[in-house]
């Protein structure tokens, strides 16, 4: 499972581009990310958008939420972003939108689910493009990551590891659990806060062909632990700052 550097996954919102913008995927893509990462929520008509929380605000302090409104509606908003620093607001993407971007240029794009129902029309929606092997979902604990696999067993997912079970049991405890959730729904790998990655982890992980993909890493001290430790992706931010450090390790 080795490999000479971990997958570079470029976070929602990189280089000082808000959120789950096309924007940021552009950049991304422009600068040489393996993978770009946005988060999914569906409206109520069905359309799946690009969207962390639920709740949207627009500048003059009115609050929506994506799930109670259509498409329709909401492309209309312009809504205030959630990071970054141009512009200050922004129009909501779909998926579809991003998707065709990730197909064009033969990149891999990681769906971080926010919501049960996004996994139908997700799947629905990855296999009408063909990118079954261009997209991995995310944003599934164990059991969100079991109903990804009953709906659809061919979409690759990951299982994100539930930071509480590290935080209130043994480590080897908690690694022995995670490991035997992500094998039970039959996930690609373990996606996880990197702060909580030790050698055990990596070590059962390996042991049982489990990559550990860690989230989310700006500091360029902690980017070289990470590639150091093994780790088989690292999402960032600052993604000019991992791309120069695997040019310099390549």
């Known amino acids: 499972m080795s490999q000479s550097f971990p997958w570079i996954t470029a976070h929602s919102g990189c280089m000082n581009k808000p959120d789950n913008t096309l924007a940021s995927a552009e950049i991304a893509l422009q600068l040489g990310a393996d993978i770009v990462e946005d988060d999914i929520r569906i409206t109520s008509d069905g359309i799946l958008v690009l969207a962390h929380d639920d709740e949207i605000q627009l500048p003059n302090g009115t609050i929506y939420h994506i799930s109670q409104m259509t498409y329709s509606e909401l492309s209309e908003l312009d809504i205030l972003a959630r990071s970054g620093t141009v512009p200050a607001t922004i129009r909501l993407a779909t998926l579809e939108s991003f998707l065709q971007l990730i197909k064009a240029v033969g990149k891999i794009a990681n769906l971080d689910l926010k919501a049960d129902e996004c996994i139908k029309p997700v799947s629905d929606l990855v296999e009408k493009y063909q990118m079954l092997e261009q ?48 094998l039970a729904a039959n996930c690609m790998g373990i996606n996880i806060e990197y702060r909580l990655v030790k050698t055990k982890l990596l070590e059962a992980a390996w042991n049982k062909n489990l990559p550990i993909l860690v989230w989310t890493v700006n500091d360029e001290i902690e980017m070289k632990r990470m590639v150091e430790m093994g780790v088989h992706s690292i999402t960032t931010r600052n993604l000019q700052t991992l791309i120069d450090l695997k040019q310099l390790r390549v």
């Not at 944003?139 to 590891?161: D, F, H, S, T, Y």
């Open 135 to 182: 997209v991995i979902v995310s944003g599934c604990e164990a059991e969100r990551a079991m109903k990804v696999n009953q709906i659809n067993p061919k979409l690759r997912k990951l299982l994100n590891a539930n930071i509480e079970l590290f935080l209130s049991l043994d480590y080897e405890e908690a690694v022995e659990i995670t490991c035997n959730d992500a």
